[in-house]
């Protein structure tokens, strides 16, 4: 079956969605350069917002913000594809610290999905201005907001948005059980593809458990290092600092993305590392190398040294070999 040029934008938006930030971003720009002509208002709005969420995942700030200009050209559009422009630039002015002028393109995107468009699965702008209305101290309204956006996704029955309410509400109700809301955003998601919100959720629930003063370190510590396998793998580097910025305060070592990974390993621990954590055993390995199996050993105690893990079981993540869905 052929697909339209704007089941190509919505398969695009899907994917970053789904968390596969390298994969969507190398189909964004795709439909940017071959086929922007062709694409309706909304398919174009929905192109530039989603390349823009995705160059903030991964903290390129000055193409986002050459984005959000791009966007202008379609703020006054009616109905969806206006308040998909609104909601981009209001994501786009949360990051550059501007959270009075975020509020208000949230608002305003809210008044142009009013009624049978509004809806929190396709375009989710009460969550945007919660936050805003707390950065501007207004926490109550932005609990509001939050609670709103939580019961037309419970409505909906759409996951996603479920866990995206509570992930909200989590970080501006101060008064509610946060721990308990993660963990429910968490199981909200079920098989449901969100490997990003996903690892901002494990995030902020490592975050919490760790303030909490019991004793749940070793989960913390196995919400931090899936988030961060991921955030290497798709240069979030945003996220991938907050990560370890949180296994810091614990005394962990961060494990390098692959590319440190590799940069770390001299030409033979490379070799070493590549061939134990296909499997082989040490013997094996000395076999295959023509070395001793102590100089095998040898090598592997440098690799687990530099790459901050204890055991070959770690060699796959930290050498970029596993493949982590979700």
Known sequence: MLLT?????????????????????????????????????????????TTL???????????AMSLGEALGAFLDRPGLAGAVA????????????????AAG?????????????DDPELLPWRVGA???????GHRR??????????????????PYAVALGLRTLATVDAHSDRTAMLREARAALGDVPAARLAAQIDTDLAGL???????????????????????????????QSRVRRLLERMGEPA??????????LTASERRVARLAADGLTNRQIADRLEVTVKAVEWHLSHVYRKLGIRSRAGLPVSLGTETVAR
């Open 86 to 101: 609104h909601y981009g630039r209001g994501e786009l002015s949360a990051a550059t610290g501007d959270p009075d002028l």
């Open 105 to 117: 393109h949230f608002g305003r995107a809210g008044r142009m999905v009013a009624g049978d468009h």
């Open 209 to 239: 458990l760790l303030l909490s003063g019991r004793d749940d370190s070793l989960e913390a510590l196995a919400l931090l290092r899936s988030a961060e396998t991921y955030a290497g793998r798709e240069e979030l580097w945003p996220l």
């Open 5 to 49: 040029r704007a089941d190509l934008a919505a398969r695009a938006c899907a994917a970053a969605r789904a968390g596969r930030i390298t994969a969507a971003l190398a189909e964004l720009e795709r439909l940017r350069a071959e086929e922007w002509d062709r694409l309706g208002d909304l398919d174009r709005a929905a192109v530039l917002t």
């Open 130 to 136: 919660a936050l805003a209305a707390v950065r501007l």
């Open 53 to 63: 969420d995705c160059r903030l995942a991964r903290g390129d700030l000055s193409t």
């Open 255 to 264: 494990r390098p993305v692959r590319g440190e990974a590799l940069a770390a």
């Open 141 to 158: 309204e932005g609990a509001v907001l939050a609670r709103e956006h939580l019961a037309l996704a419970r409505e909906a029955g759409a």
